[in-house]
């Protein structure tokens, strides 16, 4: 078995065994890649592949070195990911593949690595690395009926608020422009600014209606009021799965709850689309009122593992790991907009994602 690293955009073994691996999901896709690649000049592709003597694919761990004068350097599997486990069949693979990883790792003189598992974490054992489920995530199986998915959603704090804001006439529109992405942002811009979480750059977010959107992996909804977007939820697609990654709301609305709207057409287009697991997004262990907030939906609730080697310690692990409470968030609220939006540049120049 040997082990090196290829470039996915020119080498289409990779979507291949992206394709056909159980666990293969869209943050492994060289789609994916391309996204991250044009909006942050600073990640360096790489991309290991193990492969038997017949040069067929048998192993795969997508990672890319991030660098930064202040920050240093790190490797992570991947930025801007919530998981992406290694795609092996046994353990001698992924030997191979984390012999690869320790190679660059130690070329590259970074300063640590880091690999985000949802799959794999159990069956992953190496005393070298810390432990740290710092996020959850939540899956929706979409293998009922909608009237059934409905009935297992919380009458109280789900169901009335989809009638109400149906009663309201809250109109769902889907995106069918890059101006419509424009949109998205500014409510995203508002959302992550109540929070204390600096935004990622537009061009992240419209890198990937140029790039996704032609290849049917993404969908943007927005709930408009009275011809005022005031909500608006971006989803990833790929194979049996829809990720509910992104979503930008203007707080004055929240009294007609577009938001459970929202997530419900999104949720009834996955199904019609035939997908089979619908996915909200990674939520932070410190945010109690999304993680209730998901939960309501009749979601399943899983663990997301963040393997540091060695153990992380500074500035770029407590950015991770800061909650809405931390001081860091607290001073991004008071920036004006604007400088907010510099601050995201700034931060995701310098901490990855």
């Not at 890319?64 to 202040?70: C, E, N, P, T």
């Not at 697609?237 to 709207?261: D, F, Q, W």
Request: charged content about 25%; some cysteine; hydrophobic content about 40%.
């Amino acid at each position: 078995m040997n082990a090196r690293i290829i470039d996915p955009s020119l080498d289409s073994r990779w979507d291949a065994f992206v394709e056909g691996h159980p666990l293969g999901c869209i943050f492994h896709h060289s789609a994916w890649k391309q996204v991250l690649v044009q909006t942050f000049g600073q990640l360096r592709p790489l991309y290991c592949i193990a492969e038997d003597d017949q040069k067929a694919i048998r192993g795969a761990l997508p990672c890319a070195l991030v660098s930064s004068r202040i920050t240093g350097k790190r490797l992570v599997s991947l930025p801007f990911s919530l998981y992406c486990d290694p795609l092996v069949d046994n353990p001698e693979t992924f030997e191979n593949l984390k012999a690869k990883l320790f190679s660059e790792y130690q070329a590259q003189k970074a300063s640590f690595l880091v690999l985000r598992m949802r799959f794999s974490a159990d069956s992953f054992q190496s005393d070298a690395f810390q432990d740290f489920v710092g996020y959850k995530n939540h899956i929706l199986s979409l293998e009922p009926d909608l009237n059934e998915l409905m009935h297992r959603f919380d009458r109280k704090c789900v169901q009335s608020h989809i009638h109400k804001a149906e009663r309201s006439e809250v109109e769902v529109r889907t995106a069918e422009t890059e101006d419509d992405i424009k949109i998205f942002f500014g409510l995203h811009v508002k959302t992550r600014k109540k929070f204390g979480t600096p935004p990622q750059p537009l061009r992240f977010f419209i890198n990937m209606w140029n790039v996704l959107m032609p290849k049917g992996m993404m969908m943007v909804h927005t709930a408009w009021y009275r011809n005022k977007p005031i909500s608006s939820l971006l989803c990833l697609k790929y194979k049996a799965r829809v990720h509910a990654e992104y979503i930008g709301t203007n707080e004055v609305y929240r009294n007609i709850s577009p938001n459970m709207l929202l997530m419900w057409k999104a949720i009834q287009e996955a199904r019609r689309q035939e997908y089979r697991f619908f996915e909200f997004g990674g939520t932070s262990i410190n945010n109690e009122g999304l993680l209730h907030f998901k939960r309501r939906w009749g979601t399943a609730e899983e663990n997301i593992h963040h393997f540091f080697y060695p153990e992380v310690k500074g500035f770029s692990s407590d950015f991770a790991r800061s909650g809405e409470g931390s001081v860091l968030s607290k001073c991004m609220k008071r920036l004006p907009n604007w400088l907010f939006v510099q601050a995201g540049k700034f931060a995701y120049r310098h901490l990855g994602g």
